[in-house]
């Protein structure tokens, strides 16, 4: 009998990116953050019907979105947008900002030092999905936290 979880992925939730040119999204995301690829199901119209990455050790599912998506299911191109940022711990954030945006990223939050501890950026990939990349840079207590919000709501 099957494990009704697969080996590695217990207690974990997947992103499963929705693409519009999953192929080139794969060659971005290799470029871009160093991915591998450890799986690719190709349908007979050229189209990726499901794919999956490695990023940083996170595992990472996507496909060609289809065109007769019902629902709200697609590519977030369809909708001028994604409600969803994905969100990435690197070793220098503001590297890998330079790295992707070099493999066609666009940025669209320059690298900075955050109150809660973290150098942060956001891009968006060639594809419509949205990344935020940190490296933590320091230690920073709830109380610390509290008080830095606070000072920015001109408490």
Not at 123 to 149: C, K, N, Q, Y
């Amino acid at each position: 009998m099957a494990d009704p979880i697969p080996e590695g992925l217990e207690g974990r939730i997947i992103p499963y990116l929705m693409i519009d040119g999953a192929a080139a999204a794969i060659d971005f995301y290799v470029e871009a953050f160093g991915a591998t690829e450890r799986f690719r199901l190709d349908m007979p119209d050229g189209a990726i019907g499901h794919a999956e990455m490695m990023i940083n050790g996170a595992v990472v599912y996507l496909a060609d979105a289809p065109e007769d998506m019902e629902g709200d299911m697609a590519a977030p191109t369809k909708f001028g947008g994604s409600t969803v940022l994905m969100h990435q711990y690197v070793t220098d954030v503001d590297a890998a900002v330079e790295r992707a945006v070099a493999a066609g990223a666009t940025l669209l939050r320059e690298p900075e030092d955050q109150f809660y501890g973290d150098r942060a950026a956001v891009i968006a990939d060639p594809f419509g999905h949205h990344w935020s990349l940190h490296t933590h840079v320091r230690d920073v207590s709830a109380e610390e936290m509290a008080a830095a919000v606070a000072e920015m709501a001109g408490d």
